[in-house]
């Protein structure tokens, strides 16, 4: 029997298209110059052990206060550039940036799309060989067309996304992502130079056995956060537990795994980041939204659905809790009856 025939990115992303008839191809369009810029990256990434010029630190502090890496600003150059020679992209949020970036071409102008980017996450981890990733976040712009556009355009709660997603640049390359019509997955194919469906509508188990929490961090977390570690480290054969501890220091890479075998990721607020430590627009609302759409769940661990907060900041923090749903839920069971109480 003749195997079936590989679907590419690109193939895939124009099958979809007529469910989008207001973006009349640009959607389409807008995600493959994110698939561009992702083999690019990727071609850099895998690199980095014989570069020495590409890898470790620049002599640049972010607006987030930490130590640039050089892959960092080759990432952010690199999608930077891709989305603008779209034309149908008017701006960019970028980690990497203390403020927007507003493209003021005659034709990226009259674009209907802004973006929110983390161009490499987990970047740090470069060095040693551990997997990093790219989390992109999509929205039609607010701002009437031909005008310069601002920051309200990129102040949107995450129910308004037209679409996310997140690149994995690790043992193989994935690019995974969302229209709201279910969460796919693509791995690059590197003989041919193409993203190829190899995860079509992914779905999250319900529960799971992995909890992933930097616990570090242990002294500074709330009592509730306490508790349900405890609880996920007791013995009950009932509910599988104990559950098993894996922590990358990578979102992409931690969510990723759990995304495809059921666990929770936690990153709370802490006594010494009360508003929480991960960026609500470029690295929260998009992996939420690719949590729901596989059927999972993501809040602030205090009942308030992530894609539901309206920012007020591009750089916004926020706590973090995001995976299977039945392992959200009982998190934040235990964040409502032991609270915030740091002991």
């Known amino acids: 029997m003749a195997a079936s025939r590989i679907l590419t990115l690109n193939e895939v992303i124009i099958q979809k298209q007529s469910a989008f008839p207001y973006a009349k191809g640009e959607l389409s369009r807008l995600l493959s110059h994110i698939g561009l810029a992702a083999k690019i990256v990727n071609n850099m990434v895998n690199k980095a052990g014989l570069e020495a010029s590409i890898i470790g630190e620049t002599n640049n502090i972010n ?29 960019v949020a970028s980690e990497e940036k203390d403020e927007i970036i507003v493209f003021d071409d005659d034709l990226s102008r009259d674009g209907n799309y802004v973006i929110c980017i983390d161009p490499l996450d987990g970047s740090s981890n470069i060095d040693v060989n551990v997997s990093v990733g790219t989390i992109f976040s999509i929205y039609r712009r607010i701002t009437p067309h031909g005008q310069r556009i601002s920051k309200k355009d990129f102040l949107q709660p995450g129910i308004k996304q037209v679409a996310a997603g ?10 995974v992502y969302t229209t709201g019509l279910g969460t796919t997955g693509f791995t690059y194919e590197p003989s041919i130079g193409e993203f190829c469906l190899s995860h079509y509508f992914m779905v999250t188990p319900k529960s799971g056995k992995i909890y992933s929490i930097n616990e570090g961090n242990y002294i500074k977390f709330p009592l509730g956060v306490k508790k349900y570690i405890k ?11 104990p559950y098993t501890s894996r922590y990358i220091g990578s979102l992409v890479a931690d969510f990723h795994r759990n995304l495809l075998k059921g666990g929770i990721y936690i990153y709370p607020k802490t006594a010494s980041s009360p508003n929480g430590k991960l960026r609500l627009l470029y690295e929260c609302n998009p992996i939420a939204f690719l949590a729901e759409q596989a059927g999972g769940l993501a809040t602030d661990g205090y009942g308030n659905r992530i894609l539901e907060i309206v920012p007020t900041d591009i750089h916004q923090r926020t706590s973090f809790f995001v995976g299977s749903k039945n392992m959200v839920e009982k998190a934040e069971e235990f964040m409502k009856e032991y609270g915030d109480g740091y002991e």
């Open 166 to 175: 997140y690149i994995i640049y690790g043992s193989s390359t994935m690019l």
């Open 63 to 91: 607006v987030q206060g930490e130590s640039q890496q050089k892959l960092d600003v080759f990432a952010d150059e690199t999608f930077t550039k891709a989305l603008q020679a779209s034309g149908i992209v008017c701006g």
């Open 231 to 241: 609880y996920c480290q007791e013995n009950d054969p009932e509910t599988n537990r």
